[in-house]
């Protein structure tokens, strides 16, 4: 299973990106999707989840209110929305698909598949 994230880039503090993974399973219904991030020098840390049909998403107090985690499951796609970004929102992002309880959606260790990751630069 090979995850594909895209759509990073270099913005300004306020702007908006959109990140997109492509997962190239063909039960991806059957699983959880999420994405997480990575400052440099720091530990992966959970962004936002989805719930494999769409019902339920989760999102770290950080970036609630500014972020949107979405899901196609007819284009095996998932994205993440980012809006009103700062600066602290630095980091690589990646997506990764999950497979396990519920409960463990927001563990990055729990996560079966990750992508290659995506860097997002917020400038002050």
């Known amino acids: 299973v090979q995850l594909q994230a895209s759509g990073g880039g270099l913005v300004q503090a306020g702007d908006s990106l959109r990140l997109s993974c492509a997962p190239s399973?063909?039960?991806?219904?059957?699983?959880?999707m999420g994405w997480f991030r990575q400052a440099s020098g720091k530990e992966r840390v959970f962004v936002a989840a989805?719930?494999?049909?769409?019902?339920?998403?989760y999102y770290d107090d950080s970036v609630k209110g500014r972020f949107t985690i979405s899901r196609d499951n007819a284009k095996n796609m998932v994205y993440l929305q980012m809006n009103s970004l700062k600066p602290e929102d630095t980091a690589v992002y990646y997506c990764?698909?999950?497979?396990?309880?519920?409960?463990?959606?927001?563990?990055?260790?729990?996560?079966?598949?990750w992508g290659q990751g995506t860097q997002v630069t917020v400038s002050s």
């Open positions: 990764g698909a999950h497979r396990g309880i519920l409960s463990m959606i927001r563990v990055g260790t729990q996560y079966a598949y």
């Open positions: 399973v063909r039960t991806f219904g059957n699983y959880d």
């Open positions: 989805i719930r494999r049909n769409g019902g339920f998403t």
